[in-house]
C-alpha cells in the first residue's frame, strides 16, 4: 500500500470479512494477520473477533485495527481466492478487495 492511499484510509474505521465460498484455505491471510484470520477446522479462513472468537457466520465482519491494516491489506491483495473483503464501516464501500472500485 502506497503512503498516499494509507493515509487515505487512516481515521477511517475499517472493517474485513471472508467469502468462505471462494476461500481455497491456503492460510496466507492468517500468515500475514493472525490476530485478524484463523482457518478453522474446515479448512477455510474466517474472520476473529477482538476477543480472539472466530467469527463462523456467514459474511461476520470484524473491525481492522489500524496496527495490522498493512498486513490486513497485504492479506487481501494476496489470497488466490480473492476472498477477503476490506471496507469502510461509514458507507460500506469497499477498499481493498475483488470488489474495490
Not at 11 to 19: K, R, S, T
Not at 56 to 82: F, N
Request: charged share 25%; net charge negative; hydrophobic share 35%.
Amino acid at each position: 500500500m502506497s503512503v498516499q492511499q494509507e493515509a487515505e484510509v487512516v481515521g477511517e474505521a475499517l472493517e474485513v470479512w471472508i467469502d468462505q465460498d471462494l476461500c481455497t484455505g491456503d492460510g496466507i491471510c492468517a500468515q500475514y494477520a493472525p490476530e485478524v484470520f484463523e482457518l478453522d477446522i474446515d479448512g477455510l479462513a474466517y474472520v476473529k473477533s477482538p476477543q480472539d472468537e472466530l467469527l463462523q457466520d456467514k459474511g461476520a465482519t470484524t473491525p481492522v485495527p489500524l496496527p495490522l491494516l498493512t498486513d490486513v491489506i497485504d492479506s487481501a491483495k494476496e489470497c488466490p481466492g480473492e476472498c477477503i473483503h476490506v471496507r469502510r464501516v461509514s458507507d460500506s464501500a469497499e477498499i481493498y478487495g475483488p470488489d474495490a472500485g
